[in-house]
């Protein structure tokens, strides 16, 4: 929330819209997924994301400018869609990709998430679930990924995940709310 004392320092005020402004984008234009990684020991890892893809460097360039002044760890990579068909753009993707700075940056966005708030709040559930672990992160000492409770967390984050509207079900009509 924005702080309305008159007190508030415009630069609590200025970080608070940027993490508004960020919020939105992951919303629209983010993807908050996980995968399982197997490690040098054999044992399996739970590895979260954030990634956000654009064409316009100037997004991507306001969100690590945030990502720096929050202490966020991220890096880009490039999708070079051109080579696939001439008329389309290549695309700068920034990620996040470790658990710390994941949950960091959703724990921030998290007031001002529409869409994906459930979806982050999951998110979060695993991450807390994983790093309660011995050792939870790349460096394993239990195979974590294998218990019903990860599972069980998992499968509550796939199934927000794979939310959908469907078209079936749902009326179109002008200057009316979507239902479903």
């Not at 960020?22 to 994301?49: H, R, S, W």
């Not at 998290?110 to 869409?115: C, S, T």
């Not at 979806?119 to 294998?146: C, E, H, T, W």
Request: glycine share 4%; with cysteine.
């Amino acid at each position: 929330m924005i702080p309305q004392s008159e007190n508030a320092s415009l630069q609590s005020i200025s970080r608070e819209v940027d993490l508004a402004w960020l919020a939105g984008i992951i919303d629209g234009e983010g993807n908050i997924q996980y995968c399982v990684k197997t490690a040098k020991n054999g044992k399996d890892y739970f590895m979260p994301k954030v990634r956000i893809s654009n064409t316009d460097i100037r997004m991507v360039k306001k969100i690590s400018e945030i990502y720096k002044a929050e202490n966020i760890v991220f890096f880009y990579t490039i999708n070079k869609r051109k080579k696939y068909n001439a008329k389309w753009k290549d695309q700068l993707h920034i990620e996040i990709a470790s658990q710390g700075s994941t949950k960091k940056i959703l724990k921030l966005v998290m007031p001002y998430l529409i869409n994906k708030k459930d979806l982050a709040f999951k998110m979060i559930n695993i991450i807390n679930f994983v790093q309660d672990q011995p050792r939870g992160g790349n460096f394993v000492s239990s195979n974590y990924v294998n218990s019903d409770e990860f599972k069980k967390r998992s499968e509550e984050y796939e199934y927000e995940r794979l939310f959908y509207i469907d078209p079936s079900t749902t009326t179109r009509r002008a200057s009316e709310i979507v239902t479903w």
